[in-house]
């Protein structure tokens, strides 16, 4: 061996032991990037570290919002977990004082606010708000989508394996993409007939329509941006049924889009339940869901809901801390302005490269199509791409029917200076490919 | 109005408002406890304090295991967030090493773990390992319980209100009560043989047996306490159909019991799942299931399982921080020796009332029942006892079919001297009914 073979098996060796130790408790299938992991022990605003002392600019995480380790955010953590955290059956100001700051950022008919813990206890309590208010069990997803872990969502879950078959009341249809290279002029009008065959598949079946449950970005679905009068279309179609309309803002929301703090705000819709997840809490466990006065009500009415965990006072201060810093740091607009810098400069770098595909995204979630050069999806080249941007040190991920969308998606305090970093190393990268 | 009066309203006022605000936001139907609300605004170890200043004792609530504001959950929170707090995609050791002390506690067959934000994501979780493993939909349920708020528990809750009719794939079955006044000598046979009715009916209807779902203490429903032969008896008979046992740790686990780390070796059984979560991170969302190294890796094969927030490096330092202090407070041999002191004194507290029937309990969870003199269940002597026992400067609360069993159940920090305040309280509250 080598001096500089051992000096890399010693690096290496921790994390096997920790991997086999993970795959002793945690099993071999709990999903982890990469060909070979990465441990990473130590994080700050948009950088990361792995346990070899590396650092990466992190281009992919949503989770950690105002960006990792933020001091803000855990200070306001530190201070309430040393004074009190108790569940909601007993007042606490820190939660009334969240859900008026949350819900100050949404419409006049959107004022009350469910807790919870994940987006996927979000979305199951809001299908059964909607599944109770319509007297229905129907629901439209679209056909390459994931809403959570539950066997409620697992049964309408198209976009990832699941054991349970499709719910014989779940209809999943196709969201059009404008930016496809096939869109032809009756993309709209063809979209929505299929909407409109689905809720009628649905009536006849004897399940009709109780919602209606999409991501804004539709992002699973790799990034698709669906024609104007979509998304509104599919709305008016399915309350013409009696149903809701159910927007997942887990990906979109909390000013990741730029333009607006919500993404159903760029279609200029008011969804009966926004549900929230991810980024809320900047990693400590908050979920919700936003709706009307009515309809919290009549499920208040009808049933005993409470979440031990969810409207602590602890929670509510990660919540309130998240909002905070995105205020005082203006990362909704810089979203905006880092956004369409970034789409500036997609642009020709994807005109000069044979294998790059539509440009896409919002704000600060930003996608390229990695195809062959006749325009086919090109998984395996987008998977290489990911791995080489590794180690260029930087990290970015890929989604999409065909799992070939690059998906960039960084904490929303990457600013232009970032962006050109990630950007520089993309190009050289997508140069490589050329080669 | 007097300078008392005006005291009061003064003081009273600012509650007012947040009850108002928190209406306004969160709506009228989340639950609160006591005619007049009670706002808590700081916690240390069993005490906590309220707007007004006034300080109680904690006999309830269980989620701050190791005491309120725990300086050393909080130090281990507060670290690990000023580090990193990043999804299970990527290593982290932290995760590993709770799994590997959390797993430690558990019997050879019981190896392996799901990591969850809740209760209710680990009995979703566990219900859909046992549905595809066994290939039935079929579960048995106690006629009186509650495992958590998604719709696929929903439609097995049978002990408080849901919109959602009974599941048709769900056989409610009555706990048999040794404690019960009118527990006959065939109370074993007899509770036995409505399981065997149960499983039967499941089978003709087909839907088969995926699982039996309980709580070892039974304590949504009174705090019954089975037959020897009950649970081990109803875990023979679902495994003998196909069926996995599901014990739901939500409240029994974690030393409460005070004999065991677990509730289900009381019965000296060993089920394929164990769900669990309240105490888990002291207040910190954690919830998780314990299973065997082949349902797990079954499951996992079938389904792309993620939790984004869940076994992240601060959940697990939080986990990892209560089991710190369980073990170097010798917390659970605590609970089993202040709970015995506490059955010790209760008995002849019972005796000499005239409105206790039986004393329940095991551990730091304990109960009684209060009665008409006649001996039927009186709710609503029980919530005046509550009410006055929250003037006394003590919370607990009250559970059952008949919500009629005074339900106390402290931090496991509770000592003798916290115990025999709260009993000295408790038997002034009782004698106080006689008069």
Redesign the interface.
């Known amino acids: 061996m080598t001096s500089d073979t051992a000096a890399i098996a010693a690096a290496t060796r921790p ?1 096997q032991d ?2 086999a ?2 795959h ?10 990469y060909e070979t ?7 700050n605003g948009v950088w ?1 570290t792995d346990a070899q002392g590396r650092t990466y600019l992190d281009g992919y ?1 949503n ?2 919002h105002v960006g ?2 933020n ?1 803000v ?2 200070d306001a ?2 201070a309430q ?13 820190r ?2 004082e969240y ?2 700051a949350l ?1 100050a950022t949404f419409g006049d008919g959107l ?5 919870t ?5 979000a979305n ?2 809001a ?2 708000v909607a ?2 208010h319509s007297g229905n069990t129907g629901v439209l997803v679209s056909d390459f989508s994931y809403h959570g ?4 969502l ?1 049964e309408l879950t198209t976009g ?5 078959p499709l719910g014989a009341h779940v209809r999943p249809v196709r969201i059009p993409d404008a930016l496809a290279a096939d869109a032809g002029e009756r993309l709209l009008e063809q979209a929505l007939a299929e909407v409109d065959a689905a809720i009628a598949s649905l009536q006849e079946a004897g399940h009709g329509v109780s919602a209606f449950l999409f991501d804004p970005l539709f992002s699973t679905e790799g990034l698709l941006q669906p024609p104007a009068g979509y998304v509104d279309g599919v709305a008016a179609r399915v309350r013409a049924a009696g149903g809701l309309v159910i927007a997942d803002e887990v990906q979109s929301g909390f000013g990741r889009v730029g333009s607006s703090m919500w993404g159903h705000q760029m279609f200029g819709i008011e969804p009966d339940l926004v549900t929230l ?2 980024p809320m809490g ?4 908050v979920g919700g869901v936003v709706t009307t ?1 009515d309809l ?2 009549e ?14 006072p ?2 509510s201060a990660a919540g309130l801390a998240v909002l905070q810093v995105m205020e005082e740091e203006g990362l909704m607009a810089q979203a905006a302005g880092v956004g369409a810098h970034i789409a500036d400069r997609l642009r020709p770098l994807a005109a000069k490269s044979t294998h790059v595909g539509a440009v896409r995204g919002r704000g600060l979630f930003f996608g390229l199509d990695i195809v062959e050069a006749d325009g086919t999806p090109a998984p395996a080249l987008a998977k290489a791409l990911i791995e080489d941007m590794k180690t260029r040190g930087v990290l970015i991920s890929r989604v999409g029917r065909h799992d070939n969308v690059l998906k960039m998606r960084p904490p929303m305090v990457f600013t232009r200076e970032h962006a050109d970093q990630l950007l520089e190393q993309l190009g050289l990268a997508l140069e490589a490919l050329e080669k």
């Open positions: 994390a920790l991997l130790r993970r002793a408790t945690l099993g071999s299938h709990s999903p982890l990037f992991p990465l441990e990473l022990v130590s994080g990361l995480n989770v950690p990792h380790a001091p955010v855990a953590v530190n977990l040393r004074t009190i955290n108790l569940h909601t059956r007993y007042l606490n100001s939660v009334v859900a008026e819900l004022q009350r606010l469910f807790l813990n994940s987006g996927s206890e199951e309590l299908l059964r599944r109770q872990n539950t066997t409620s697992a990832l394996q699941v054991r349970e997840g991810k900047n990693g400590y466990p006065a919290l009500d499920f208040g009415r009808n049933n005993m809901y409470f979440n031990t965990f969810a409207g602590t602890v929670s």
